[in-house]
């Protein structure tokens, strides 16, 4: 970390707005891995090797790190004073004066990650269905914080911020794909009654 501010300082750029961005691409790359995790839990994919506990413990952690990574780069993007943003704007979609509409996709997507992380927490309180209904907009978070990264993020122009674009929305697709493939073998996975 020392080194990266001094090369962002000896950059003549600002450390923070350096960190906010630095931290906003670990970020999704923590948000993506979680993201496909979930599909491997949830569709019980494990072989001796690698049992099922394995990937819901991997799950469980990387999605606490990206929430932790999240706070930072929120935490990051306040203090700088590149560009202003007002610590509502972290939690109350659509009110940043800067780049209002691809911010409020991350702040969106930031609340839906603080209710899943808080009913997964609390999941003994709210029964087993709820929480499930809940996680699902976990899903929603991903495209989200990707739309945000488009729009906003500075990296997202350059060509290799457009690879990992690609690379996270290939990894997540070919999730998706292999989770509809089970379903449509094995019925969808229930949650209100029916299905495994
Ligand atoms: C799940 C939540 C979020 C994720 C995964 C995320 C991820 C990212 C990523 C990947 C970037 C691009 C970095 C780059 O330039 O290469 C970025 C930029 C940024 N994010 Fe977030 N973000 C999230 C939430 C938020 C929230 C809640 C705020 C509001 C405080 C915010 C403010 C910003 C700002 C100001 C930038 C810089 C835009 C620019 O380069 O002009 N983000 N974020």
């Not at 413990?57 to 935490?75: D, E, I, K, P, T």
């Not at 997507?109 to 976990?138: C, E, I, P, Y």
């Not at 945000?148 to 690609?166: E, I, N, Q």
Request: net charge positive; aromatic share 12%; charged share 10%.
């Amino acid at each position: 970390m020392g080194a990266f501010t001094a090369a962002a300082a000896s950059a003549g750029g600002n450390p923070l707005w350096y960190a906010t961005r630095s931290f906003g691409l670990v970020a999704l790359a923590l948000l993506t891995a979680s993201v496909l995790l979930g599909v491997l839990t949830s569709q019980r994919i494990a072989t001796p090797k690698w049992p099922r506990f394995a990937s819901q413990a991997l799950h469980r952690n990387v999605s606490l790190l990206a929430l932790a990574v999240v706070g930072v780069h929120v935490l990051t993007t306040l203090m700088d004073t590149y560009v202003r943003i007002t610590w509502w704007a972290a939690v109350v979609p659509f009110t940043s004066a800067y780049r209002t509409g691809y911010v409020a996709l991350g702040t969106i997507a930031f609340d839906l990650l603080l209710v899943v992380t808080a009913t997964s927490l609390a999941r003994t309180l709210t029964g087993h269905r709820w929480w499930r209904l809940v996680h699902w907009s976990a899903y929603a978070a991903w495209p989200l914080a990707l739309g945000h990264y488009l729009g906003t993020g500075t990296d997202a122009r350059t060509s290799w911020g457009l690879l990992f674009a690609l690379a996270c929305l290939g990894a997540v697709s070919v999730a998706v794909l292999i989770r509809l493939a089970i379903e449509r073998r094995e019925g969808p996975v229930r949650v209100w009654g029916g299905g495994r």
